[in-house]
């Protein structure tokens, strides 16, 4: 059974950080594009930011230049390392891979940004 396992979410005040780590087999990690989504209360699951085979990372606007993408395949882990957090940035955040034929969901883990 194909897993995906989140961690690293809580509680952080405004301005604050925090490292999200999605663990996956050896294969997923370092041939499948990777991505991080988060959902809201209330709102559509959104796409937070993705890291390709290649090493090419995306970023939706909200979380440029605070938040960094990366992938360890030794570990093998995917990395999201989230910094200057925001109330806004409060949601489940979901670990995501995808092959041209096959996709893969975490169970989510929560951060909650708040004073």
């Known amino acids: 059974q194909v897993q995906l396992v989140e961690s690293g979410g809580g509680l952080v005040q405004p301005g604050g950080s925090l490292r999200l780590s999605c663990a996956g087999s050896?294969?997923?990690?370092?041939?499948?594009?990777m991505n991080w989504y988060r959902q809201a209360p209330g709102n559509q699951r959104e796409l937070v930011a993705s890291?390709?085979?290649?090493?090419?990372?995306n970023y939706a606007e909200s979380v440029k230049g605070r938040f960094s993408i990366s992938r360890d395949s030794t570990k093998p882990i995917v990395i999201l390392q989230m910094n200057s957090l925001n109330p806004e940035d409060t949601a489940v955040y979901y670990c995501?891979?995808?092959?041209?034929?096959?996709?893969?969901w975490g169970q989510g883990t929560q951060v909650t940004v708040s004073s």
């Open positions: 050896a294969t997923m990690i370092s041939r499948y594009t």
């Open positions: 890291i390709t085979t290649t090493g090419n990372t």
């Open positions: 995501n891979a995808v092959s041209l034929l096959r996709q893969y």
